[in-house]
């Protein structure tokens, strides 16, 4: 079984509606993640969490939002999806003591 | 500030070797990561340096200069399965703020 799973693996919805991609993992990390992935470009940080308790920003949170529901979960929201926000998005995890990350498979998400 | 830089693209021949760059400002540093992706699937881990030198691994290697702020991914015996882009990472000396990742350099290995 996957260490980080993705749920959904593909997703396409229309301009202005709600979309959550959720992110659960079986590695007992504290240390969750959200990027976005353009085509041909790098991984950019939506926002990051190192506990439950913990929720952080990152390069490009505007219009996203997210929930860590528990040690194994994060999920991402898409509050009002619009076209450009249409990308590859991974969660991963980390190890505390390594820095380590683990991503999972990805979810393609397209906003017409 | 955070600054890492890859080349873009770059092309080799299958059998061939070849060197990917990586080179960092950051502030502070406490190690690098290469990782791999192939097209549409996630990153995976490929090796990580934190002291200074040569790590070699079957026919990776990766080679860190922290005064030089450089590395590089040197892969051998070139595969057409080693097309893929390649990610260099940087870790904060805290550990308590993200990998910074670069761009990624992609790689096209031709017959």
């Known amino acids: 079984d996957a260490d980080v799973t993705q749920t959904p693996r593909n997703r396409i919805t229309k301009t202005g509606k709600r979309i959550m991609l959720e992110c659960s993992q079986t590695?007992?990390?504290?240390?969750m993640y959200w990027y976005r992935q353009d085509p041909g470009l790098g991984l950019q940080l939506i926002y990051y969490?190192?506990?439950?308790?913990?929720?952080n920003k990152g390069e490009i949170s505007d219009g996203y939002s997210v929930s860590r529901q528990a040690q194994a979960k994060f999920s991402l929201s898409l509050e009002s999806a619009i076209p450009n926000q249409t990308a590859l998005y991974f969660c991963?995890?980390?190890?505390?003591?390594?820095?380590?990350?683990?991503f999972g498979p990805g979810t393609r998400l397209t906003v017409l | 500030g955070q600054n890492i830089d890859q080349p873009t693209e770059m092309t080799a021949t299958e059998g061939a070797i070849v060197q990917i760059n990586c080179t960092y400002q950051?502030?502070?540093?406490?190690?690098l990561f290469w990782y791999q992706q192939h097209a549409g699937e996630a990153p995976t881990f490929l090796s990580y340096n934190v002291l200074d030198g040569l790590e070699e691994k079957g026919r990776f290697s990766s080679f860190l200069s922290r005064s030089k702020g450089y590395s590089y991914l040197l892969l051998k015996e070139l595969q057409m399965k080693d097309s893929a882009s390649y990610l260099c990472a940087v870790r904060s000396p805290s550990g308590n703020t993200p990998l910074v990742f670069g761009k990624g350099t992609r790689l096209s290995v031709i017959a």
């Open positions: 950051t502030s502070g540093f406490n190690g």
């Open positions: 590695k007992g990390h504290d240390r």
């Open positions: 969490s190192f506990d439950v308790k913990d929720i």
């Open positions: 991963a995890t980390s190890d505390l003591t390594t820095s380590e990350q683990f």
